[in-house]
């Protein structure tokens, strides 16, 4: 039995040359397989597709899925409904889009074909229809401000909205008894933000980290593998605050100098604790100009 909670409406390797004949070389590293499923808790998944990631659930009663990752490649989206398939023979009830940006909620059309339910924010909703993207498929259903819950084979998902942040749609999906939460871009772990933080919601994004660490939970699983694929922590949320805290004050620095959006004194930042964290060299420079954007212009 499942109950919904949602109001209607409508994710040549080269070798060095031997130096003599008589070397063999060396057995090349094996590659990373495109695709995986990892098991994490008795009913919860993590389907990989290259660097994206999504969430399922199985239930007695029928899947509850995530983010669609068509933009990971054309063959993600059925290549993720396979992997459900390997699982469970249970259908896909619903499907969940995290927010409205296409690299993650594209290409649901194999999964609305075998008659998932697309559930998304208003705001991902009224996006979604102004844009009419034909790889996305819009949602059947909203979720308001409020949140909202889904109930399906006696598991449950909280759908939460905790502001604005990455989007002015993005939603963490909790479950509550697993103690897992699922949320995509907004939360990195150990990574920066990708180039110059566009949609991005300044400074709400800082009001949404501190209510995800006021909620109960233990792991999450992130929209991008963190170090090693592992899952991140209340810890990783801390330390990320940490670095949103630090690049606003070294832009807050910056307006006060009137050099904001001054591209060789951006250039000349550095904040060395970060450097080994994905994404340091190519975006410390656009999440800066995202950061001078607000501090310099109120943007």
Same mark, same amino acid.
């Given at each position: 039995?499942?109950?919904r909670?949602?109001?209607?409406i409508?994710? =040549?390797?080269?070798?060095?040359?031997?130096? #003599? =004949? $008589? !070397?063999?070389?060396? $057995?090349?590293?094996?590659?990373?397989?495109?695709? &995986?499923?990892?098991k994490?808790? *008795?009913?919860?998944?993590?389907?990989?597709? %290259?660097?994206?990631q =999504?969430?399922? @659930? @199985?239930?007695?009663?029928?899947?509850? $899925?995530?983010?669609?990752?068509?933009?990971?490649?054309?063959?993600?989206?059925? !290549?993720?409904l396979a992997?459900?398939?390997?699982?469970t023979? #249970?259908?896909?009830?619903?499907?969940?889009?995290?927010?409205?940006?296409?690299?993650?909620v594209?290409? %649901?059309?194999p999964?609305?074909?075998?008659? &998932?339910?697309?559930? =998304?924010?208003?705001?991902?909703?009224?996006?979604? $229809?102004? +844009?009419q993207?034909?790889?996305?498929?819009m949602?059947?259903?909203?979720?308001?401000?409020?949140?909202?819950?889904?109930?399906?084979?006696?598991?449950?998902?909280d759908? +939460?909205?905790?502001?604005?942040?990455?989007? *002015?749609?993005?939603?963490?999906?909790?479950?509550p008894?697993?103690?897992?939460?699922?949320? @995509?871009?907004?939360?990195?772990? !150990? %990574?920066l933000?990708?180039?110059d933080?566009?949609?991005g919601?300044?400074?709400?994004?800082? &009001?949404?980290?501190?209510?995800? +660490?006021?909620m109960?939970?233990?792991?999450m699983?992130?929209?991008?593998?963190?170090? %090693?694929?592992r899952?991140g922590?209340? *810890?990783?949320?801390?330390?990320f605050?940490?670095?949103?805290? *630090?690049?606003?004050?070294?832009?807050?620095?910056?307006?006060?100098?009137?050099? /904001?959006?001054?591209d060789?004194?951006?250039?000349a930042?550095?904040?060395?604790?970060?450097?080994?964290?994905?994404g340091?060299?190519?975006?410390?420079?656009?999440?800066?100009?995202?950061? /001078?954007?607000?501090?310099?212009?109120?943007?």
């Open positions: 039995m499942h109950r909670l949602l109001a209607p409508a994710l =040549a390797i080269a070798f060095f040359s031997a130096p #003599a =004949a $008589a !070397q063999a070389p060396a $057995a090349p590293a094996p590659a990373t397989p495109p695709y &995986a499923t990892t994490i808790a *008795d009913n919860v998944y993590v389907f990989r597709a %290259g660097g994206y =999504a969430m399922f @659930v @199985v239930t007695p009663e029928g899947v509850i $899925a995530t983010d669609p990752i068509g933009y990971a490649s054309k063959e993600a989206p059925a !290549q993720y992997e459900i398939r390997k699982v023979p #249970a259908p896909v009830k619903y499907v969940i889009y995290s927010h409205h940006h296409y690299d993650h594209a290409g %649901g059309k999964f609305k074909d075998a008659g &998932a339910i697309f559930v =998304a924010h208003r705001n991902a909703h009224r996006r979604l $229809a102004a +844009l993207s034909p790889d996305v498929v949602p059947d259903m909203i979720v308001e401000d409020s949140g909202s819950t889904i109930l399906l084979g006696g598991t449950r998902i759908l +939460l909205w905790l502001g604005n942040n990455h989007s *002015d749609n993005t939603l963490v999906m909790l479950l008894r697993e103690r897992i939460i699922f949320t @995509v871009d907004w939360l990195p772990i !150990q %990574g933000l990708y180039r933080v566009a949609d919601y300044i400074p709400e994004w800082f &009001a949404g980290l501190d209510r995800v +660490l006021a109960d939970w233990d792991r699983i992130p929209g991008h593998p963190g170090p %090693g694929g899952l922590t209340k *810890d990783d949320v801390r330390a605050k940490e670095y949103m805290v *630090d690049v606003s004050n070294a832009a807050k620095q910056l307006a006060s100098e009137r050099k /904001c959006l001054n060789e004194a951006m250039r930042i550095r904040l060395p604790k970060y450097e080994s964290w994905s340091y060299g190519p975006y410390l420079l656009g999440n800066l100009e995202r950061f /001078c954007e607000y501090w310099g212009r109120g943007i």
